[in-house]
């Protein structure tokens, strides 16, 4: 399984980025697709995921209302809206895939993940 993210950079505050993730060398209906975020001395944490085939998602509580996860079968892709962006949102943020049929919140839970995307909100 290879997972490439992509989309990250540098945003105002209130700004808006969407980030993807390519992912290659499975069937990923079987699949749950994950985003998470890791800030510099922090530990990964849990932003969002959609299990592929029922479609579910779940939401970190900070990211509820701002945040949209969301896959397209025809691309293998994931894809995270992000709107209303603050600077505490600035992070590398990751993609993982799990095989599995519910919703999946913690790092070892995944088995795949991705180099990860820089992204940067300036207040």
């Known amino acids: 399984v290879q997972l490439v993210e992509s989309g990250g950079g540098l945003v105002q505050a209130g700004g808006s980025l969407r980030l993807s993730c390519a992912a290659s060398?499975?069937?990923?209906?079987?699949?749950?697709m994950g985003w998470f975020r890791q800030a510099p001395g922090k530990e990964r944490e849990f932003v969002a995921d959609?299990?592929?085939?029922?479609?579910?998602?779940a939401y970190a509580d900070p990211v509820k209302g701002r945040f949209t996860i969301s896959r397209e079968a025809a691309k293998n892709a994931v894809y995270l809206q992000m709107n209303s962006l603050k600077p505490e949102d600035t992070a590398v943020y990751y993609c993982a895939a799990v095989r599995g049929s519910i919703n999946y919140h913690r790092t070892y839970e995944y088995d795949y993940w991705g180099q990860g995307t820089q992204v940067t909100v300036s207040s």
């Open positions: 060398g499975r069937t990923f209906s079987y699949y749950t």
């Open positions: 959609i299990n592929w085939s029922r479609g579910t998602t």
